[in-house]
């Protein structure tokens, strides 16, 4: 079975510039989380969203925002790029017939913004 | 709130030998689970081990175990005979619903 798959792998944008980074879960799972990870903060959570709703919210600005589609792919959305918005994006999906409550992650987006 | 904490920035250690990575957790929830994961240099994190609060014996995966101790909150990772392939940042994680809570991580080397 595939795993978690996001594109692109590496990103680089200017200041002020907006951002679409895609996620495609684990063939069945449908929560899909989005984290970023930063050395400053570490790894912090952004949002989840289950069958096309935000279920779970993390404190971050509305710049950031998500989408979950039908077949329970997601995007993750940041406007108005700054300067700390240079991160690893990680995205997450979980449930299944197994491991109902693990989180599988995918190889991460990585953003540098000029 | 939940809070994850990792008191081992860095490790060293010998080849096919044991290393034990320590976690600390602080929740309020009755009921939680707790998960270990690896991120080698590639970025990508790799799902290691879970336990469960209620879970009654404490969860093993091939080389990897995990050392529970609810009345202490702690959930230690043990890797036995480590590998070269071992190298990377680990992180501790507590759940509550969909939301994973990370620890600072620890970063292991094997050294031949």
């Known amino acids: 079975k595939a795993g978690v798959t996001q594109t692109p792998r590496y990103l680089i944008k200017t200041r002020g510039q907006q951002v679409t980074l895609s996620c495609s879960p684990i063939?069945?799972?449908?929560?899909v989380s989005w984290y970023q990870q930063t050395p400053g903060q570490g790894l912090q959570f952004l949002f989840e969203?289950?069958?096309?709703?935000?279920?779970n919210k993390g404190n971050f600005p509305g710049r950031f925002s998500g989408r979950q589609f039908s077949n329970s792919r997601s995007e993750m959305n940041v406007s108005t790029l700054e300067l700390g918005d240079s991160a690893l994006y990680l995205c997450?999906?979980?449930?299944?017939?197994?491991?109902?409550?693990?989180?599988?992650f995918g190889p991460g987006t990585r953003l540098t913004v000029l | 709130a939940q809070k994850i904490t990792q008191t081992q920035p860095g490790m060293f250690v010998q080849e096919k030998e044991a290393v034990t990575l320590d976690c600390t957790y602080d929740?309020?929830?009755?009921?939680?689970?707790l998960f270990w994961y690896k991120q080698p240099s590639s970025g990508e994190m790799i799902f290691l081990i879970y336990?469960?609060?209620?879970?009654?014996q404490n969860a093993t995966e091939g080389r990897y175990s995990l050392n529970f101790q609810k009345a202490r909150k702690s959930a230690n990772l043990v890797i036995s005979a480590s590998q070269l392939g071992d190298s990377a940042m680990y992180f501790c994680?507590?759940?509550?619903?969909?939301?994973?809570?990370f620890g600072t991580g620890t970063r292991l080397t094997i050294i031949p």
């Open positions: 969203y289950f069958s096309e709703t935000q279920r």
């Open positions: 929740t309020s929830d009755p009921s939680y689970g």
């Open positions: 994680a507590i759940a509550r619903f969909e939301k994973l809570t």
């Open positions: 063939s069945g799972h449908r929560s």
């Open positions: 997450a999906s979980m449930g299944g017939a197994l491991g109902a409550d693990t989180q599988y």
């Open positions: 336990q469960g609060s209620y879970d009654q």
